[in-house]
């Protein structure tokens, strides 16, 4: 049983900011990548970044220069700074995370994202 809880969402005005965190827990054995995606209504889930165990990252072009990926392994945390938000970032945020030994992803609930004036 893996559990991923998620905090951070809310309504922003474009142009500001906000920071989503996730925090894992339960039967993780062997943590791997660590990330976020979205979804927005009528869409298909997309990528938004992911980091490694060793801290490389990787972004998805629209969110290059204004979110940042970050995370804790002590605390099986992962975070996401999210600046200069648009409203086509408003989305369904979700969390995920790779446990290698089990060779799977676990997700999150999500957690809404709406950026509007």
């Known amino acids: 049983q893996v559990q991923l809880v998620e905090s951070g969402g809310g309504l922003v005005q474009p142009g500001g900011s906000l920071r989503l965190s996730c925090a894992a827990s339960g039967n993780i054995f062997r943590i791997g990548a660590m990330g976020w995606y979205r979804q927005a209504p009528g869409k298909e889930r997309e990528l938004v970044a992911t980091i490694t165990t060793t801290g490389s990252t990787n972004y998805a072009d629209s969110a290059k220069g204004r979110f940042t990926i970050s995370r804790d392994n002590a605390k099986n945390t992962v975070h996401l700074q999210m600046n200069s938000l648009k409203p086509e970032d408003t989305a369904v945020y979700y969390c995920?995370?790779?446990?290698?030994?089990?060779?799977?992803?676990?997700w999150g609930q999500g957690t809404q994202v709406t950026v509007s004036s």
């Open positions: 995920n995370l790779v446990d290698l030994a089990r060779g799977r992803a676990f």
